[in-house]
Structures are given as C-alpha cells and as structure tokens.
C-alpha cells in the first residue's frame, strides 16, 4: 500500500483539523485563525473571527459547527470560513457527546448538577440525551410551536424541484420567508401563498409563514 504525503509550512501549531465530505480540510490554530483548505492543501478561505484553540469542529450540511464547551457557544462557519450565525446549545459538541442523524438532527448527550461522590472512587453525573433540531435552534424557535396546533398548514409539493404552495383555512398569509441551513433568510414572497425556489441548490429549506393575525407557523422544504 502506498502512502501520499504532502508537506506544507504554517506558522502557528495546528490545534484542530476538521476533514469534510466535500474534500476540504478546516483547520485552527494557536492563533485563533481558522482557515479552510482543499485536498492538495491549498489555501482556499480564511476565517475573519477568532476561535479558540480548543474548540470541537462538526460538520453538518454545507456548515461547520464550531463549538467551545466552556460557554457552549457555537459559531457556525459556512463553506468559505465565514462566520453566518451563532446560538447557543445546552450541551456541548464534542466526538464522543454527540453524533447527527439522517435528518441532519443532533444527538446530543451532557450532564446536569454537580459531580456526586459515593466513594472515593466512585462518582457520577446526572445526565441527559437530547434529540436537538438545530433549524429551529438557529432561527430561535423550539421545537414545539404551540400556536401551530391551532392551524391546519398543508405545504405542497414536498419535496420539489421549483413552486411551493402553501395552504391555510384559518386565516391569510401575509409573508412566506424562506430560509437554509444556518438560519440565513433567502426568499421572501409578500401577499402569496406560494414561492419559488427553482433557483436554488438541493437542500433542506426552513420555511416560515407569517399570518394576517402576527401569528408564524414553521415547515421544512426538500428541494430535489
């Protein structure tokens, strides 16, 4: 079996490396700098925020989650290391706490209270497993919208290629927002219960919907 090196010189001690599904490699170093490169290690982006040294690195989607457990702040980071959004989790992203399911949700595991000690050698924490939607986290919104029970939403067809269609009973729309993955808004369209989305690349969407009576209500988008 034949091994490929390739060296390259950096000025600062890599801390974390981070190697995606789409061949590029995010790496931070000492000096907060986080800068992407590609499968030959060339330089394609650097990062204009500074990140700490010892953060978690997780890929979900077209981002980068970056994540220092300390505050359990989490930057996320888009393809050409641009900082898009941050939010807050109520755990932290690391290998062996957290894992993403088929549905781009997060598993995550943590710890409530303080350390409990029964002997010398023996302690435990109380601890939790959540099942986190990082849509709804990023736009601000849980994942139980109460109001929404009240309303019978039908969005067609989903998945699409081009025109979504929106359809409620109990009141009009006023606003239809779309928005991607880290929380970024992409369309709007005013006074209609449809909007297109032909243009965009295949991706999950969030899609909000804004009633007459200032109430919202949240559905996901397939573009296929």
């Known amino acids: 079996?034949?091994?490929?090196?390739?060296?390259?010189?950096v000025d600062n001690r890599i801390n974390r490396i981070?190697?995606?599904?789409?061949?590029?490699?995010?790496?931070?170093?000492?000096?907060?700098?986080?800068?992407?490169?590609?499968?030959?290690?060339?330089?394609?982006?650097?990062?204009?925020?500074?990140?700490?040294?010892?953060?978690?690195?997780?890929?979900?989607?077209?981002?980068?989650?970056?994540?220092?457990?300390?505050?359990n702040l989490v930057k996320v980071?888009?393809?050409?290391?641009?900082?898009?959004r941050s939010f807050k989790l109520p755990g932290e992203l690391t290998y062996t706490r957290s894992a993403k399911d088929a549905s781009n949700n997060i598993i995550l595991t943590g710890r409530n209270g303080v350390q409990i000690y029964t002997y010398?050698?023996?302690?435990?924490?109380r601890g939790f497993i959540h099942k986190y939607n990082i849509l709804d986290q990023m736009l601000g919104i849980g994942e139980q919208v109460e109001n929404q029970k009240n309303y019978d939403i039908k969005v067609y067809p989903n998945p699409t290629s081009s025109i979504?269609?929106?359809?409620?009973?109990?009141?009009?729309?006023?606003?239809?927002?779309?928005?991607?993955?880290?929380?970024?808004?992409?369309?709007?369209?005013?006074?209609?219960n449809k909007i297109d989305i032909s243009k965009l690349p295949k991706a999950l969407y969030f899609l909000k919907v804004e009633l007459m009576n200032g109430n919202n209500l949240y559905e996901k988008i397939v573009k296929n």
């Open 1 to 9: 079996m034949l091994n490929d090196y390739k060296y390259i010189k």
């Open 18 to 71: 981070a190697c995606t599904s789409g061949n590029t490699n995010f790496m931070i170093t000492d000096n907060h700098e986080l800068t992407l490169y590609n499968k030959d290690l060339e330089v394609l982006a650097r990062g204009t925020e500074p990140y700490s040294g010892y953060a978690s690195l997780f890929e979900l989607g077209d981002y980068l989650l970056v994540n220092t457990y300390w505050d």
């Open 77 to 84: 980071v888009d393809k050409n290391a641009q900082l898009v």
């Open 120 to 125: 010398s050698s023996y302690s435990w924490y």
């Open 164 to 192: 979504v269609n929106v359809a409620i009973d109990q009141d009009d729309i006023y606003k239809i927002e779309l928005y991607d993955f880290s929380g970024k808004l992409i369309l709007t369209s005013v006074k209609s």
